[in-house]
């Protein structure tokens, strides 16, 4: 049993097109991170979020912490192909903060 | 900052065969992880250090997997007998105490 569900697993879109990707568990959070990958790379940190119903925005990007900090979203507004990636989120369990718990990722595909 | 390293890249080695990957973190961060991702899932923790001493060890760290860093600086990661379902990116991530976890491009290991 995944302790993060992320959904959609697949997301085709066009340019222009707005999307959001959710990620969802039973557990509380500490904190959460959202990270981007491309093939053959190690994940990028895009944020982090800490505090239950936290919005931060980066550019295009919105992000979303729950209320009781067991789950958070990733709005993208007129999604554009440089955006296309997988999209990972990423909790932190507890005060030790040590071990990351990931989501199976979103696969991005922006069509020009 | 010259960012989390890894080396190699690429391993590609035939069933039975010992690999070891090196991982060299970003200087001032005092903790070093690594973490295993296979085709369409996210990572998954495998070990960590703060400093030199190995803190937490996943279920999924077997007894042919065995982690070092023994100056508390760079970390090797070694895999015994290697199986076919060893193939996968490990990934190796450092922070300074419970912070922003980065990670390394990851070593592409195939078994063969």
């Known amino acids: 049993t995944q302790l993060l569900e992320q959904s959609p697993q697949f997301l085709s879109i066009q340019e222009g097109e707005n999307l959001t990707v959710y990620c969802n568990s039973s557990?509380?959070?500490?904190?959460l991170q959202w990270y981007r990958q491309e093939p053959g790379e190690g994940p990028v940190l895009l944020v982090t979020v800490v505090t239950g119903g936290e919005v931060k925005k980066l550019k295009r990007l919105t992000f979303q912490f729950g209320d009781a900090r067991k789950d958070s979203s990733l709005h993208i507004t007129a999604a554009q192909p440089g955006d296309t990636g997988l999209y990972l989120c990423?909790?932190?369990?507890?005060?030790?903060?040590?071990?990351?718990?990931f989501g199976e990722g979103t696969q991005l595909t922006v069509n020009p | 900052d010259t960012g989390v390293s890894q080396d190699p890249r690429h391993k590609i080695t035939k069933r039975g065969q010992n690999v070891t990957f090196r991982c060299d973190p970003i200087s001032e961060h005092n903790r070093l992880y690594w973490y295993r991702q296979t085709l369409g899932q996210g990572p998954e923790f495998l070990t960590y250090f703060q400093n030199e001493a190995q803190l937490e060890k996943s279920r999924l760290l077997s007894d042919r997997f065995s982690a070092e860093r023994p100056k508390g600086s760079f970390s090797t990661l070694e895999i015994q007998r290697t199986e076919q379902g060893d193939s996968a990116m490990y990934l190796c991530a450092s922070s300074f105490g419970k912070n922003i976890q980065y990670f390394g491009a990851g070593t592409r290991l195939s078994v063969l």
């Open positions: 557990s509380v959070f500490s904190s």
């Open positions: 990423a909790g932190a369990l507890g005060t030790s903060g040590s071990r990351l718990t």
